[in-house]
């Protein structure tokens, strides 16, 4: 399975939007500060994730998050109690 994910830094409550394979190991990665981009602002929460048969197709969500702000703000929407 491959993940599209969505994490909740505790410090600045800024969101992060990524994707994995592995979904345990990559928070776990954000959490111990092994990734360049989300290293200073640990903790994080997992707040959403999708899960998807194939890679393309997580990556294709992945890059439609992170481009079309309306795509985003739809998400951000359903889960406005979550964040």
Known sequence: MFYVYIIKSEKDKSLY???TNDLKRR???HQNGKSE???NKTPF???YYEA???K???LGRERNL???KKTYSELKKRLSNSL
């Open 45 to 47: 929460e997992l707040v």
């Open 52 to 54: 998807f048969k194939s």
């Open 17 to 19: 939007i990524g994707s």
């Open 56 to 58: 393309t197709d997580a």
């Open 37 to 39: 981009y989300t290293r």
């Open 66 to 68: 992170k481009k079309f």
């Open 27 to 29: 928070f776990s990665e």
